[in-house]
């Protein structure tokens, strides 16, 4: 298992993580994902490492902004 560390902005409630947390862990491969709004940590977890890209893509297409931690 591999575990990359993200920083994400503009998450401000519970629903924010939800949104992150969907559309990241549709990535194929990812097995958990982590993410708090108040401290804008997210942390995704998979089989092996991920492009950073896949990530960055994801949240953004949740409509936040993240860059690797």
Request: charged share 20%.
């Amino acid at each position: 298992m591999a575990a990359q560390e993200y920083q994400v902005t503009g998450m401000t409630c519970g629903h924010c993580e939800m949104s992150v947390r969907e559309e990241v862990g549709e990535i194929p491969g990812v097995t958990d994902v982590q993410v708090s709004h108040q401290t804008g940590r997210l942390v995704v977890t998979a089989e092996s490492p991920l492009e950073d890209t896949a990530v960055i893509g994801a949240v953004e297409e949740a409509g936040y902004t993240a860059v690797p931690a």
